[in-house]
Structures are given as structure tokens and as C-alpha cells.
């Protein structure tokens, strides 16, 4: 389903990625509309699949996870079986925060969060014990500068 965005849309948008919590009320009154427009067309942006899920944002470092480590990953194989099996261990990996496949010299890049550099070694173990990688190099995240979900309305 293909959907239009308008100025107004884009408006909603920002208001919801800025706060996703805030009352229909709220929103519909930063964005100068009433609340019964403002709800049919979050309700239009989510049929549409501009709007995925709803989630909360949770400060990593405070619940214990104070180690981001920037995994890059080179292979051999590009075989579909091989992307199969890899793309499953990195789901079944909670400490995948994200996975990208890559152009270049680098085939994947992960963010993976974990509460420390034992903990990194635990699911780097467990990663090369269920698929077959190259090369694998670890950068620890010495300091967070900006981290953002939102796009640039």
C-alpha cells in the first residue's frame, strides 16, 4: 500500500518520533489540527506500514550493558544456506542490536550490546561456533556521541 505524505503527516511524524507517549490531545494541538484528523491519519501511516512499532527507548548503560562493541564481519561464503544460518544467529541474539549487510570490503557490520568485554567473548564464541566467518574485528565504543532513531523530517 503505497501512501501520500503530506506537510501535515510529516508534522505527526516528528511529534511521535519526539514522544510516542504523549496523548492524541497533544499531539493534535502541536501540530494545530483537532484530534479526530490527527488519529485517521496515524491510523493511515500505520496501515501503510510508516509506522512499525511502538516501543520505549531504555538507557543501556543503567541497566548494566556498558559495553557497545561495532563488529565487523568478512566471509568466504555467500552461499544462501550460509546467509540463511547467519541471519538466524544474529536473530536469536539478543545482544544484536543491529545488523547490516554491507558494500566494500566488510561484508556485515553488528552493534552488539553486552555488560562487558567477557560477555562480548561469550556470544563472539558462540557466533563462530554456529556459522563460518572469515574475519571478525571488535570495536569497543569508547564513547557514545549521538544515538537517535529519528529521521530528519
Given at each position: 500500500m503505497s501512501v501520500r505524505i503530506d506537510e501535515t503527516d510529516r508534522k505527526i511524524l516528528s511529534e511521535l518520533q519526539r514522544d510516542a507517549s504523549r496523548s492524541l490531545?497533544?499531539?493534535?494541538?502541536?501540530?494545530?489540527?483537532?484530534?479526530?484528523?490527527?488519529w485517521n491519519?496515524?491510523?493511515?501511516?500505520?496501515?501503510?506500514?510508516v509506522i512499525g512499532q511502538q516501543t520505549v527507548v531504555l538507557d543501556a548503560e543503567k541497566l548494566g550493558f556498558d559495553a557497545c562493541f561495532f563488529v565487523l564481519v568478512r566471509t568466504s561464503e555467500h552461499e544462501a544456506d550460509w546467509q540463511r544460518?547467519?541471519?538466524?544467529?544474529?536473530?536469536?541474539?539478543?545482544?544484536?542490536?543491529?545488523a547490516h549487510r554491507l558494500a566494500g570490503d566488510i561484508d556485515y557490520i553488528l552493534k552488539v550490546r553486552v555488560p562487558?568485554?567477557?560477555?562480548?567473548?561469550?556470544?563472539?564464541?558462540?557466533?563462530?561456533?554456529?556459522?563460518?566467518?572469515?574475519?571478525?574485528?571488535?570495536?569497543?565504543?569508547?564513547e557514545e556521541l549521538k544515538s537517535t532513531t529519528m529521521l530528519p523530517l
Open positions: 490531545d497533544e499531539i493534535a494541538k502541536a501540530v494545530g489540527s483537532s484530534k479526530t484528523p490527527v491519519r496515524i491510523r493511515k501511516l500505520r496501515e501503510a506500514g544460518r547467519f541471519l538466524e544467529a544474529l536473530r536469536a541474539r539478543p545482544e544484536v542490536q543491529e562487558n568485554a567477557r560477555a562480548y567473548d561469550a556470544f563472539y564464541q558462540a557466533l563462530i561456533g554456529e556459522v563460518k566467518i572469515h574475519n571478525v574485528t571488535a570495536l569497543l565504543s569508547m
